[in-house]
């Protein structure tokens, strides 16, 4: 199966440790986006890849958080000194161009002890 | 920004029973999706919606593309135990980005 692929699972870290989690996009999909779900509420969009150009950054993008997709392929989230409140499920997406049909990953659940 | 709004909350329903969900918006999407959730797991696309008024079937589910292009509805037909989820609507409004609005889920629960 070569649908959307992200590691790790789940990741537990203590607080103000950095956390680098990977997204393999459907490799025909050159639009990779990254989503952030908390309990009780649907995904929100975080950034999003056009090829490697990164094209579009929320305001829920803090500094602490940066993202790359150096070769048009894989994805990296990164988050720097976590925090209690970056705990949530990371997911990724993919899309073909002109695509508006998304498809996710399993996500990364990550806890901030 | 934009929001949806999606009802009801959660549902409980017993094996065979038809189920109707919504999801409003105050702003006009270009194309509406469904997806499913599964527990500890991402989202799973069921339904797209391209044009205002459309239908689409995909087995026991059925969606519409609200003529207003501010709402949709998602049907699930005679609902079996594996129905059970989170059912999430997501709109996108246009422009080159394609991002997702997503609402806040139905939960669904399906006494056996």
């Known amino acids: 199966d070569t649908g959307v692929s992200q590691d790790p699972r789940h990741k537990i870290t203590k607080r103000g440790q950095n956390v680098t989690f990977r997204c393999d996009p459907i490799s025909e999909h050159n639009r990779l986006y990254w989503y952030r779900q908390t309990l009780g509420q649907g995904p929100e969009f975080l950034t999003y890849?056009?090829?490697?150009?990164?094209?579009?950054k929320s305001r829920l993008l803090s500094d602490r958080f940066s993202a790359e997709r150096p070769k048009g392929s894989f994805s990296t989230l990164e988050i720097q000194r976590t925090e209690q409140g970056d705990s949530a499920m990371y997911l990724c997406?993919?899309?073909?161009?002109?695509?508006?049909?998304?498809?996710f990953g399993q996500g990364t659940r990550l806890t901030v002890v | 920004g934009q929001q949806l709004n999606q009802s009801p909350q959660s549902m409980f329903i017993q094996e065979g029973e038809d189920v109707s969900m919504n999801c409003t918006s105050s702003?006009?999407?270009?194309?509406w999706l469904w997806y499913k959730q599964d527990p500890g797991e991402g989202p799973v696309l069921l339904i797209a919606l391209y044009k205002a008024g459309e239908l689409t079937s995909n087995g026991r589910l059925t969606a519409q593309f609200g003529i207003t292009r501010k709402d949709s509805f998602l049907n699930i037909s005679a609902s079996i135990p594996s129905d059970v989820g989170i059912y999430f609507c997501a709109g996108q409004s246009g422009g080159s980005n394609y991002k997702l609005t997503f609402g806040k889920g139905t939960l669904l629960t399906v006494n056996p």
């Open positions: 890849f056009q090829n490697e150009a990164q094209l579009e």
């Open positions: 702003s006009i999407f270009n194309t």
């Open positions: 997406a993919s899309t073909r161009q002109g695509g508006t049909e998304a498809f």
